[in-house]
């Protein structure tokens, strides 16, 4: 079984909807959760990170986590063609700059104009 | 600032053959995380350097290795390459305090193909 287990979609949407992307994890000592955005042919870049169980809102992004479920979530609203991209959920257990990253697989997002 | 920065961006080799990737950091950051990440696959950890010696090593054979020089410059070397090894190479930089600022900037990677 894996650590992080994410739906690698693929998920098209139109434009204007709200996205859910989700991941489940079976590793109780990760404490950070995070989700990267990943354009094709180019490297990840962290959307937003959350500490233990919580809500976090940035703009049109929000991210939720579940410690009692083991399962976070990343939702966008008013999505736009710009979206369109790999979403990566990623957790560490400690100390962001020293700690491997634990990543699910991705999934690949479409946004429909 | 450049970011982290990767070279080349695109290889390819044969069986049995080996390579060597680069990565520099981003200013500031004296730590870099390697990670391979197959198609349709999220990136998975190779091995982490700091101050010139590998701390970390995920689950992968010792024909990975690797380097950090002293400006935290890095260099991932496969050796024997296999087909399995065609994947994009993730370098990731990161500041080793303490801290919520201890993000790790991912390089646009090296598409590595083996034939």
């Known amino acids: 079984q894996k650590e992080v287990e994410q739906d690698p979609g693929p998920l098209s949407v139109p434009e204007g909807a709200i996205v859910s992307l989700n991941c489940t994890y079976s590793n109780s000592a990760f404490q950070y959760f995070m989700w990267y955005r990943q354009y094709s042919r180019k490297g990840p870049e962290l959307l937003m990170y959350?500490?233990?169980?919580g809500n976090k809102e940035d703009g049109r992004f929000t991210a939720q986590v579940d410690k009692s479920s083991k399962y976070i979530s990343l939702f966008i609203r008013d999505s736009q063609p710009s979206d369109s991209a790999t979403y990566l959920c990623?957790?560490?257990?400690?100390?962001?700059?020293?700690?491997?990253?634990?990543f699910g697989t991705g999934t690949r997002l479409t946004i429909i104009p | 600032d450049a970011g982290v920065t990767q070279s080349p961006t695109h290889l390819i080799k044969t069986r049995g053959q080996q390579v060597t990737l680069r990565c520099s950091p981003k200013s500031g950051h004296d730590t870099v995380s390697w990670y391979q990440q197959a198609l349709g696959q999220g990136p998975q950890f190779i091995f982490q350097y700091y101050e010139e010696e590998e701390r970390q090593r995920g689950n992968f054979p010792d024909r990975f290795s690797g380097h950090q020089f002293p400006n935290y410059s890095s260099e991932l070397n496969v050796n024997a390459l296999l087909l399995g090894d065609s994947a994009l190479y993730l370098c990731a930089s990161s500041f080793s305090g303490t801290g919520d600022n201890n993000e790790q900037f991912f390089g646009p990677g090296t598409r590595l193909t083996v034939l």
């Open positions: 990623a957790m560490l257990r400690s100390n962001f700059g020293n700690e491997k990253l634990t």
């Open positions: 959350t500490y233990s169980s």
